[in-house]
């Protein structure tokens, strides 16, 4: 069989099908690897611990699936067991998920109010609690929600064995809250769902924004690489916009849709955006 050809160049170089004559964009193999790793870790988390430096090798490394990288430290004064990453040093506990919480009466409490739509001012005025404590309770039952999700879900593959099953995947821009006050500019973001045809099971749920990852800081990096001057299939992080970048994205996209309109300036720094649309501050959109 005749291998392919690429043609163009740049970001707009495709790599053309010998087969079907079709044309493609080229895309990083090691992006689409991190994004799929990045939403494996998302869709089939568990309640196994690692270590918790980010920067550590042994992030993601769990003491249940390699135990040689950390070492017993003894244990809490609860009881629960802690380890030592051998890398980094650093020490983490492994227990109930409650065991750091001081109220931990208040989270079926909040989850209920959740469900039924209370706002979440009035749900720290009625369990008399302040908001942090509330936005605590809520980041707790968010993982709690994943770990039982991902319980249930580790059993698909049995439940799907033997079938011919058929997915439905639809994508749309969803334009979220502004993420300051004090600035109400929306945000927007990309969901993606995809379903099972027959069931209606919701398989997974996701956006295009890595809440690990700041534009800003991404983009210097890219400076001291030399990131920017290769094609962006070839770049180190091809999976994130980079700040300036994006900006660039956003202003030709009002001008194609605006041309009268002069609020636009292409030398405005990432922080400086004057329309309704803004980047996110303590995360990037991924491609």
Aim: net charge positive; glycine share 4%; with cysteine.
């Amino acid at each position: 069989m005749a291998r392919g050809k690429v043609s163009g160049s740049g970001d707009e170089r495709t790599y053309v099908c010998p087969s079907c004559g079709r044309s493609s964009i080229l895309k990083s193999n090691k992006a689409l690897a991190e994004e799929y790793a990045r939403l494996s870790r998302l869709n089939r988390r568990t309640k196994r611990e690692s270590c918790p430096s980010v920067a550590c090798i042994n992030h993601g490394a769990t003491v249940e699936l390699m135990p040689s990288r950390y070492r017993k430290f003894g244990k809490t004064a609860k009881g629960d067991p802690r380890y030592q990453c051998k890398a980094c040093k650093k020490t983490f506990s492994i227990g109930r998920s409650t065991r750091r919480h001081k109220r931990s009466d208040l989270n079926g409490k909040v989850f209920r109010s959740l469900v039924n739509g209370v706002t979440l001012s009035a749900i720290s005025r009625l369990l008399d609690t302040s908001l942090p404590e509330v936005y605590s309770k809520i980041d707790f039952i968010h993982e709690q929600c994943q770990a039982f999700a991902a319980d249930r879900e580790k059993r698909l593959p049995e439940v799907f064995e033997g079938d011919c099953p058929h997915f439905a995947t639809d994508t749309q821009i969803l334009q979220v809250n502004w993420p300051d006050k004090g600035i109400r500019k929306l945000v927007e973001v990309r969901h993606m769902c995809t379903v099972h045809s027959d069931s209606k099971y919701v398989i997974a749920s996701t956006t295009d924004v890595d809440p690990d990852v700041h534009p800003l800081a991404v983009e210097k990096a890219m400076d001291i690489i030399g990131d920017k001057e290769k094609p962006r299939s070839m770049r180190e992080n091809a999976r994130i916009w980079f700040a300036s970048e994006y900006i660039e994205y956003i202003c030709k996209r009002h001008e194609a849709t605006n041309p009268k309109s002069s609020r636009w300036h292409r030398n405005k720094k990432p922080r400086e955006l004057d329309d309704d649309i803004r980047l996110l501050e303590m995360a990037a959109r991924v491609r």
